[in-house]
């Protein structure tokens, strides 16, 4: 590949996530994972603390770097609430299955074998609950057990359902997939009025998880990150993940971070 055409693409790897959130919660990352992003950790340190004693990651699918651009308003709330962005590169296949297993394994993937291998997941000795509809990752995590996992029938019960665990303090680390603008973009353009609704909706979800946290967890060191599981491209029928194309490889991450009220 050129250097013309690597400037497409993101320099860091969706792996890298593992190790970075290892060191948040100061536990221990898979060995022969990708090094951890140190700007991250700076930017929690920064914050007031050393060591996250809460996580909440919020995956929303087919959100890429460039849907984002196209959307300034909600780019702009995002990063007003979010003290770090970090420019992510997807594993390819550029998809949610595989960057989900990228994020938690800390390992690139770069082949459809590799969803077959036997992976160290980061979370297997944390309380872990993850939220979301059916889908292969979560069929993963219930087969290995490295966290807990509650399937909602349906898009609309997972945010109500996701501000309950926060409030009851069900798990240390929670994370939550959304595929509401996902299954928006599917059947529109991505710059129709349809996806910008169900953008809006995303954001939004994002803001109530976070309102919750300020509420529910206002104890402890928290840490929370818009992150999500895959970028996407137009196509004639909408919108289409999976292709190594800019729109697909490149993802953003958006960190935010609250101090305990107790320090």
Known sequence: MSKKEFDKYNSIPSASICATFADMLNSAAPLGVEPPVES???????????????????????????????????????????????????????SPFFNLL??????????????????????????????????????IAQQRKFATVHLCSSEHEIIPYAVKAIKENSADVIIILSN??????????????????????????????????????????????????????NTFFGGRCGKMCPEDMNIPLYMGYKKSSLL
């Open 40 to 94: 991250v950790i700076s930017d929690m340190v920064k914050s007031g603390f050393n060591r996250s004693e809460k996580l909440l990651i919020f995956h929303p699918s087919f959100l890429g770097e460039s849907v984002l651009k196209s959307f300034p308003k909600e780019e702009i709330a995002l990063s007003t609430a979010c003290k770090s962005y970090l420019p992510l590169l997807s594993s390819y296949p550029p």
């Open 102 to 139: 990228s994020f938690y394994s800390g390992q690139i993937l770069s082949d459809k074998k590799d969803k077959d291998k036997e992976y160290n997941f980061l979370f297997q000795k944390e309380k872990v609950l993850i939220i979301g509809e059916k889908c292969e990752f979560l069929e």
């Open 180 to 233: 509401e603008f996902a299954s928006s973009v599917k059947l529109s353009d991505l710059k129709s009025k349809k996806t910008a609704l169900a953008l809006d909706y995303t954001v939004k979800s994002f803001f109530l998880l976070k309102d919750a946290i300020e509420v529910y967890w206002d104890k402890y060191n928290v840490s929370y990150a818009f992150l999500p599981t895959c970028g996407c491209h």
